[in-house]
């Protein structure tokens, strides 16, 4: 059975920082491309930044220079690192997995979803 557990989530002070983790495991996915989404109440999932097999990396604009997207392939396990948050960076995150090497940034491109970790970051 495919999981993806998310982790690491939590109550934080704007300026701050926090690092969210996802623990995959059902099946290897050292090949996988892995993404970051995060969904505000009342408002569609976005891509927030996704990562390759090798380390190449893609941001989203909003995130670009404050978020750090890595992995390490021999835990199985995604890291994003937050810094400089924002009230605005307040929302659930997701992590995804997809079964291609090549960096996507919509939801449906991807295979594997984990069930979230909430970031609340107070102003």
């Known amino acids: 059975q495919v999981q993806l557990v998310e982790s690491g989530g939590g109550l934080v002070q704007a300026g701050g920082s926090l690092r969210v983790s996802c623990a995959a495991s059902?099946?290897?996915?050292?090949?996988?491309?892995m993404g970051w989404f995060r969904q505000a109440p009342g408002k569609e999932r976005e891509f927030v930044a996704a990562?390759?097999?090798?380390?190449?990396?893609y941001y989203a604009d909003s995130v670009k220079g404050r978020f750090t997207i890595s992995r390490d392939n021999a835990k199985n396990t995604v890291y994003l690192q937050m810094n400089s948050l924002e009230p605005d960076d307040t929302a659930v995150y997701y992590c995804?997995?997809?079964?291609?090497?090549?960096?996507?940034?919509?939801?449906?491109?991807?295979?594997?979803w984990g069930q979230g970790t909430r970031v609340t970051v107070s102003s």
């Open positions: 995804a997995a997809r079964m291609e090497m090549n960096l996507r940034t919509r939801a449906r491109d991807y295979d594997y």
């Open positions: 059902g099946r290897t996915f050292s090949s996988d491309t």
């Open positions: 990562i390759s097999w090798i380390g190449g990396t």
